[in-house]
């Protein structure tokens, strides 16, 4: 078994974070496996460096332990864009020059899992605007949904302890894989990366387990192996929201502060018990 946790640096750690990667630690532990981190650090204009090193010492604290080297997306660059290469190469992709709020603008907009879904203003453009438009307008590439969805065949994975599950990666639309401001989505990104890492076991909030239907179609469209998924219950505050990177005071250095014990609160969450005031629940 091998699995992994994978902060952004964008913010300190809560006790979801910490939630998540205790039982993705734990799995792989008691399996005699591997425990991995990695960066996911892509996001330029909110990636911070002091935000990598607070999170790998929250880590410390509560106990939880890793395999090797951190393993960084900024280090990865070069094989997101052979992967969209490879896909712009069958025709899967296309550029896509609207903005937020021309899609929001947009009457022919439905909501999907993750949001607004994409109403295709720019899947059928001819190719030469196309290769005009590409050279002075910013754009991001987009998967053709429907496309993909014919050339992957079989779309079921694993959801542990529920059995097989049929992804609906129609149900997001046309989503983006490479951004107009960072060289790979968070589905394109992440996919590749448990690939690469070897990632036998993903564990991972509830809150992503429609991004799974997405990630099983990436994974047929670029022959990578399906790892077993378990999405587990998100730890929400005294009002009932699940917590957030603003949520200060659900911070594991604000409770490190307040002289909580970190391998005390990692035993606790380990057997599902959680501070007062806070509670597990599915979205």
């Not at 469209?221 to 005071?249: E, F, I, M, Q, S």
Request: with cysteine; net charge negative.
């Amino acid at each position: 078994m091998l699995t992994r946790f994978a902060p952004s640096p964008t913010g300190e750690l809560h006790l979801g974070h910490a939630y998540s990667a205790v039982l993705a630690h734990g799995a792989a532990r008691a399996a005699g496996g591997e425990f991995l981190i990695r960066i996911d650090d892509i996001d330029g204009n909110r990636s911070r460096e002091d935000y990598v090193g607070a999170a790998l010492a929250d880590l410390a604290w509560l106990g939880v332990d890793w395999d090797g080297e951190p393993v960084r997306q900024s280090q990865r660059l070069g094989d997101y864009a052979a992967a969209l290469g490879a896909l712009r190469s069958r025709g899967l992709v296309y550029p896509c020059f609207c903005t937020r709020a021309d899609i929001a603008a947009s009457l022919a907009a439905p909501h999907g899992p993750s949001g607004a879904i994409y109403p295709g203003t720019c899947r059928d453009l001819g190719m030469a605007e196309r290769e005009r438009r590409m050279a002075d307008e910013p754009h991001c590439w987009r998967l053709d949904i429907a496309r993909a969805v014919v050339a992957a065949g079989d779309l079921t994975w694993e959801e542990g302890g529920q059995g097989l599950r049929a992804a609906d990666p129609l149900a997001h639309g046309d989503i983006v894989l490479a951004r107009k401001d960072a060289p790979a989505s968070y589905h394109l990104a992440s996919t590749l990366d448990d690939a690469m890492m070897g990632v036998t076991h993903v564990i991972r909030g509830a809150d992503l387990i429609t991004s799974t239907d997405v990630h099983r179609l990436l994974q047929a469209l670029l022959g990578l192996a399906t790892p077993l998924y378990r999405h587990h219950a998100l730890v929400c505050g005294p009002d009932g929201k699940r917590l957030a990177k603003r949520d200060a005071a659900a911070s594991l250095k604000a409770l490190r502060d307040g002289g909580l014990d970190g391998p005390a609160l990692a035993a606790d969450l380990r057997a599902g018990r959680l501070p007062a005031g806070y509670s597990l629940q599915n979205p």
